[in-house]
């Protein structure tokens, strides 16, 4: 019960956040339109609230877990909470982001990412022999961008919640390097292609059929990041439960 209570604090204390982000989007998109006219077609405008979703994760660990210690939660209850807390946020984001979608391209051409990697966008072309590209909204395409980007949302969250929360474990030395992890294996990986392509072909296809992109299946990449999510989840879980409240 107590899980549910702070789940419930936690989403009203994100609603501000939530509804300022939508209101700065919109103004931006509106903008765009205006400025760049026809030419503008948008293409995955979905992909901010991954960023922001990030961002939200980012920034949803020391406050909440000090409030939940300071009123004695249960720290199986604050990790709880935090599954609960983002699973309604993510399915209502990704229900409001195919509406503006939707009345965006009543306007213009904007595929969404689902259109790009699964659906009829067929080419990184708006017009196709010289019509201009229709976005299918039946239902079965409406479930599977639904299914998709809420997937996608709950594992930036949760990738934030992780990282924030290994800041927070580690001194300044270990923060450093942590934030020179991803340049240093981006380099690594680039010299292991370069010197042997093979190698890079097999880790693209890989990839590719983790993600069913070939294979124009969203559930397989839905699935992919559910995965994700546990594992990402049981990380945080183990930190939770070791974590220790740092005196000011």
Known sequence: MKSYKLAKYNIKSSLKSILIFYC?????????????????H???????????????????FKENFYFSQANNIPRIDYFKSIVITIFPIALVM???????NRIYNIFDVGPTIYDMSYGNFKSAHIYINGNAWIQNN???????TITFLFTLY??????????TMIFYKCN??????????????????????YNSPQIGGKLTAFIDNILGISAKNSYICVL?????????????????????????
Not at 154 to 161: E, R, S
């Open 24 to 40: 700065i989007f919109i103004v931006v998109i509106i903008l765009i339109s205006i400025t760049a006219g026809k030419s503008s």
């Open 42 to 60: 948008i293409r995955g405008i979905e992909f901010s609230s991954v960023i922001f979703l990030f961002v939200l994760g980012l920034n949803s």
């Open 94 to 100: 990704s229900i409001i982001d195919i509406i503006l």
């Open 138 to 144: 039946s239902i079965r395409i409406l479930i599977g």
């Open 154 to 163: 709950i594992i930036a969250f949760a990738i934030g919640l992780l990282i």
């Open 172 to 193: 300044k030395t270990m923060r450093i390097l942590i934030c020179l992890s991803p340049i240093a294996i981006q380099a690594i990986l680039a010299n292991v292609i």
């Open 224 to 248: 992919t990041f559910i995965c994700l999510f546990i594992i990402t989840m049981c990380f945080v879980y183990i930190i939770v439960r070791r974590v220790v409240v740092k005196k000011a």
